[in-house]
C-alpha cells in the first residue's frame, strides 16, 4: 500500500543505493579538492564518505570509475549552481552582471578540484578521454544559460560560444593563479573589468 512505507519511514534500496552512490560521488570531490588528484585515494573517498569500501567497490569497481563519475557529478553541478545564479540575479542583464555571475561561481572552493581534474588529465589518457564530453556538455549548457538570460549577446552563435569560452578559460587562470599567490582582490577587480571591457567591444 502506498502508504505503508512512509508510515514505516523505511527507504527502499533504490534509495539507499542512490544515497550510497550520491555520498561517495560528494566525497569523490572534496577528496580531489583536499588531496589532490594523486591524494584522493578510494580508501579516503570512502572514509570520508561514510560508508565501507565492500560498498564503495559494489558501487564503482575501480578508482578510475569512481574517478569519472565524481568529475561527472562535479561539472553537472556546477552547471547547476551557475543555472541558481543566473536566477537570482534575473533582473540585472547587462554584460556586468554576467561576469560577476560566472565569476561568483568560480571562485568557489570546489574549483580546486576542476583544476585538478584538468591538470590530471593531461598525463592520464583514461581521465581525459571520460573528462573531455564531460567538460564539453558542461560549457554547452552554461551557453545556454547566459544566452537565455542574455540573448543579444547570443545573437551570433558561433562568435559567443567562442566569447563564453574565451572568458570562462581566462576566469580559470585567475582562479588557478591563487593556488601559488595570495589572492590580490584588486588585481582580480581589474582583470574583470578588463574582461567586461572586451566583451562590450564585442558587443557592439
Known amino acids: 500500500m502506498p502508504g505503508r512505507r512512509a508510515f514505516s519511514g523505511r527507504r527502499t534500496q533504490a534509495e539507499r543505493t542512490a544515497a550510497t552512490r550520491a555520498r561517495l560521488l560528494v566525497a569523490t570531490v572534496d577528496c ?14 570512502a572514509s570520508r564518505a561514510g560508508v565501507s569500501r565492500g560498498a564503495q567497490l559494489h558501487h564503482f569497481p575501480t578508482r578510475a570509475a569512481l574517478i569519472s563519475a565524481g568529475a561527472e557529478h562535479l561539472f553537472a553541478s556546477l552547471t547547476s549552481d551557475y543555472r541558481d545564479a543566473f536566477e537570482s540575479r534575473s533582473g540585472r542583464r547587462t554584460i556586468r552582471a554576467a561576469i560577476e555571475t560566472l565569476w561568483s561561481v568560480m571562485e568557489g572552493k570546489r574549483f580546486v578540484a576542476v583544476i585538478e581534474f ?11 578521454a571520460s573528462l573531455a564530453p564531460v567538460v564539453e ?7 545556454r544559460i547566459v544566452a537565455r538570460h542574455f540573448p543579444d549577446l547570443a545573437s551570433d552563435p558561433a562568435r559567443f560560444s567562442a566569447t563564453l569560452s574565451l572568458v570562462l578559460s581566462a576566469m580559470l587562470g585567475m582562479i588557478s593563479e591563487r593556488y601559488v599567490a595570495a589572492p590580490d582582490p584588486a588585481t582580480e577587480r581589474m582583470q574583470l573589468d578588463a ?3 572586451m566583451l562590450s567591444r564585442l558587443n557592439r
Open 195 to 197: 574582461i567586461e571591457a
Open 32 to 45: 580531489v579538492a583536499r588531496y589532490g588528484y594523486r591524494g584522493a585515494t578510494t580508501t579516503r573517498i
Open 118 to 128: 584538468y591538470i590530471a588529465g593531461r598525463t592520464d589518457a583514461a581521465l581525459k
Open 137 to 143: 556538455n558542461h560549457r554547452a549548457g552554461v551557453a
